[in-house]
């Protein structure tokens, strides 16, 4: 187990690595002047100048990028015309659009998206698996029919349509919801649950579809197996034998499944984000590929790819906790 | 006279066709059966697959309600109307009145809980008053009741640490932990070892002896019955064909059928009439190099040796083996399951890489050839597969099936290829017009003849059949035994024959080499092994070979009890 989990962080570090020698080169080659987009759109040619050599834009590529990864490991000083700056180790840069450190914006939107994440899980889980058990035992059923329908429109609605849908229901018309605003759980876990409530919805919507087909089929397939008719055979009756043997032998490809979207939920909610004005890690993407603010991107980037590569390792070890016959080597 | 415990009336199950099928496709698969059972007493239900045998086992629980199946008749168990009882009282003969075992202890136990778990469970069912503690008290003692050591530690374990043996036992005990009146054992030692086997059926006749409860064993093996009941229903497609005490049925079968099925059971104490190897009459098509005299060695092994797995999960499949394989002869290869015959099986054939060891084929190492160097020879040694139906590609015609092996051997014109296929199919007795048709459109036995077919393509000089007729009913069995006879003396090849069934492996070799555990503890001319067994595993294999006549089956228990 230990060396299984070493090996494993030793695969993530070299994704990660990877990961930000592919953002770099891309940035490099990519249109978009970094320095112009920080100076701002009255400096000339001789300001612009400065920027770069502040920003160290000058220097060649493969030293802009060793100075990013000594900054990663040990720390860095950055002038910054009137002093110096410390940005303590792992520094991953300052923004070049307002020079705060780029793990102090992550760090403050990491709440944000995992909040979201995090309860958008729980409400696809909630509408994916419970539709799709509902349709492996009563296969024509009107519920079943309504979430069936339900989710298959939710994942092939775009969801800033949806999203919109949502927002036009529920805060303008019947104004049940207030207008998402994000209030963090610590501040107050009521105020918290409300205004994210229409995100997670439209999430779950997009997520369940999957969810549902996936439950249906491993349910049916575990119904098929032996060891479900030895129990129908013992007189135990048809909800346990579905309760406690059927869905338990669906159990472990949602649960690895799951844990990959919660993985990826952590840089593909943008979308999400922006539209409900979330600010989160994907919003700062976004904002941060706008104005090539290289050292921003580079870090939401790690910060994603760290998401998914944990997630990866977390479904396997889950996997293989749901299912002992599985052994992690 | 006391009421019967079974009493089955005029018993037919039909099962409808497909969607969109028309109506007459129905399979009645069950017809006009009746039958009792006395309180306490054994009946064994023996028929070929396919004959119904497995669904009258399961109407006597009515499995078939919900599946769509067509039931008629009358089923009554310990007095209850099975097929008419509501949903609440069939539960209480499932499990409480009537428990019933299945064929493959595996996949007959749900794999995520523990077993001492799921026997509880079960009890609960039952018992509704008792607590989960007394349930899995109930359950540490039904285990320790069937045999299993150290049953409080072990009633944690779940079915994938149990061994196959040891599943069966767990699946009994699950039968016992309600105190049944019936068992219903649906071939309940078929994916078991010889010996493993022995040890089921006579702890099914101690807990017989013990409990006074009435069993139902379903079996296609005849062995199994003569010693484990009282009574015999031999059934042929869906039909009861012979019903009676077992010693009558055994030894004078009335029915045609029933004389059919005895004569193609290949008993272990019969000495075959061999004739002497004669040179090959002639051959499919001449092989490529001089053929080799009869007797003289073809494939010789020394020190063979297979690892699998690396470090802390390394372990052995076969070790030291040496043996050699004369030009002409059958070398049978017994041993229990894990003994290491199909790895060795396919280290012959150069499937495998040996770990160590060197392997010669006419006087030439081929144990450490690259596989550039091994082509030219590949097509002389070749390999028939134990399941026809997973060693076919489901999407290729038989008929290429049978060519792959002449493509891949270089030849190159396409209507001497699909001639000589043609050949091939004839040859092993099968339509040569059927070589545009798919492996589901053939029988078991079918397909083990296009497997053989597409073995023989190639010329080959060595044939390694692991478990070629394991998956056949015996009459099928018989006749793909006779096929492989007859190919060895046409066209002079020689036979490695595999199989876990003493009785198959001396009918069709001329020696035999006993293996356990990776190594070959006896080898000789097939008669002296088996009329003279020197090793003890030999001896005990043997013994634990069930018989047909029920009185020396009995015998034989009395003696395994003492021992």
């Keep these: ?329 | 006279m006391t009421a019967p415990l079974v009493e089955v009336t005029d018993l037919a199950i039909t099962f409808p066709a497909g969607e969109g099928a028309r109506p007459e496709d129905a399979v009645r698969a069950v017809d006009k059966l009746s039958f009792t059972l006395a309180p306490g007493r054994a009946l064994g239900i023996v028929g070929e697959s396919g004959s119904g045998k497995s669904t009258v086992a399961a109407a006597l629980l009515d499995l078939h309600r919900g599946t769509g199946a067509r039931v008629g008749g009358t089923v009554r168990v310990d007095g209850l109307d099975v097929l008419a009882a509501p949903e609440a009282e069939l539960r209480r003969l499932r499990g409480g009145t009537a428990a019933m075992i299945f064929q493959d202890p595996l996949s007959s136990l749900d794999p995520y809980y523990a077993i001492g778990d799921q026997i509880a469970e079960v009890h609960r069912v039952h018992r509704p008053d008792a607590s989960w503690r007394t349930a899995r008290a109930r359950a540490v003692e039904a285990l320790d009741r069937v045999g299993i050591a150290d049953a409080a530690r072990r009633a944690r374990s779940r079915p994938h640490e149990f061994s196959g043996g040891m599943r069966q036992r767990a699946l009994i005990a699950m039968a016992l932990a309600c105190e049944p009146r019936l068992m219903i054992a649906d071939e309940p030692t078929t994916a078991l070892d010889v010996t493993v086997q022995a040890q089921i059926l006579d702890l099914l006749h101690e807990l017989r002896a013990e409990t006074a409860m009435g069993l139902v064993l379903v079996t296609h093996d005849l062995g199994v019955v003569a010693g484990s009941v009282d009574e015999v229903l031999v059934m042929r497609a869906g039909r009861a064909v012979e019903h009676g005490p077992v010693g009558e049925v055994l030894s004078a079968p009335a029915a045609p059928y029933t004389k059919e099925l005895l004569a193609a059971v290949p008993r272990v104490d019969a000495v075959r009439e061999r004739p002497a190897i004669p040179a090959p009459r002639k051959a499919v098509r001449p092989a490529p190099s001089a053929a080799p005299a009869p007797g003289e060695p073809l494939v010789e092994a020394t020190g063979l040796r297979r690892e699998f797995g690396r470090r802390a999960a390394r372990t052995t499949a076969v070790e030291e083996v040496s043996l050699t394989v004369r030009a002409g002869e059958t070398l049978g290869l017994v041993g229990e399951s894990g003994s290491g015959k199909t790895t060795l099986g396919r280290m012959l054939v150069r499937l495998l890489d040996p770990t160590a060891g060197t392997l010669r084929y006419r006087g030439r190492e081929i144990g450490s050839l690259g596989e550039r160097q091994l082509r030219p020879l590949r097509s002389e040694l070749q390999m028939v597969f134990q399941d026809p139906a997973s060693s076919l590609n489901p999407r290729r015609t038989i008929g290429e099936s049978v060519a792959d092996p002449l493509r891949a051997a270089g030849e190159l014109d396409d209507a001497a290829i699909v001639r000589r296929a043609r050949e091939l199919l004839e040859r092993v007795g099968l339509d040569p017009a059927w070589y545009h048709r798919y492996p589901h459109e053939f029988s078991g036995g079918q397909r083990q003849r296009v497997g053989i077919a597409r073995a023989l393509a190639p010329s080959p000089r060595l044939l390694v059949c692991d478990e070629p007729v394991s998956a056949l009913d015996v009459t099928t069995q018989a006749q793909v035994m006779e096929l492989l006879g007859e190919l060895r003396r046409e066209l002079g090849l020689s036979l490695v024959f595999i199989a876990h069934d003493l009785a198959v492996v001396r009918a069709v070799s001329d020696r035999v080499a006993v293996m356990r555990a990776g190594r070959i503890v006896e080898e000789g001319p097939v008669d002296t092994v088996y009329d003279h067994p020197q090793h003890p595993y030999t001896q005990g294999l043997l013994a634990a070979v069930p018989v047909l006549d029920p009185q020396v089956a009995a015998d034989r228990r009395a003696l395994r009890a003492v021992a």
């Design chain 1, 1 to 329: 187990m230990t060396g299984y989990a070493l090996r494993r962080l030793g695969g993530a570090l070299i994704v990660l690595f990877l990961l930000s020698v592919l953002v770099y080169l891309l940035f490099y080659v990519a249109p978009g002047d970094p320095a112009r987009l920080a100076c701002g759109p009255r400096c000339n040619a001789e300001q612009i100048r400065q920027v770069q050599d502040q920003l160290g834009l000058n220097e060649p590529l493969l030293t802009q990028y060793l100075h990013f990864l000594q900054g990663v490991v040990s720390g860095r000083d950055y002038s910054t015309g009137t002093g110096v700056l410390h940005c303590h180790a792992p520094c991953f840069g300052l923004s070049y659009q307002n020079d705060q450190p780029v793990t102090e914006l992550l760090s403050a939107r990491l709440p944000v998206t995992a909040s979201l994440a995090l309860g958008a899980m729980v409400l696809w889980l909630l509408l994916g698996v419970g539709t799709g058990l509902l349709s492996a035992l009563r296969r024509g059923g009107t519920t079943e029919r309504v979430l069936t329908v339900l989710t298959l429109t939710g994942t092939a609605t775009p969801v800033f349509i949806t999203g919109l849908l949502l927002l036009m229901i529920f805060c303008a018309y019947l104004q049940w919801l207030p207008f998402p605003t994000y209030v963090p759980l610590t501040e107050d876990p009521e105020q918290w649950a409300w205004n994210l409530l229409l995100p997670w919805t439209a999430l779950a919507l997009l997520e369940s579809a999957k969810y549902a087909r996936l439950t249906r089929s491993a349910t049916l397939e575990t119904l098929a197996e032996d060891h479900i008719r030895t129990f129908r055979a013992y007189g135990v009756r048809e909800r346990t034998v579905i309760g406690r043997h059927a869905l338990r032998g669906a159990l472990p490809p949602v649960i690895a499944l799951n844990a990959v979207d919660l993985g990826a939920m952590f840089g593909g909610a943008m979308l999400t984000e922006t539209l409900f004005g979330l600010p989160g890690i994907g919003q700062l993407l976004v904002h941060s590929v706008r104005s090539v603010d290289l050292p921003v991107v580079v870090g939401a980037v790690l910060a994603i790819g760290a998401a998914v590569v944990l997630a990866g390792a977390v479904a396997d070890v889950l996997y293989a906790l749901a299912d002992r016959r599985v052994t992690l080597t």
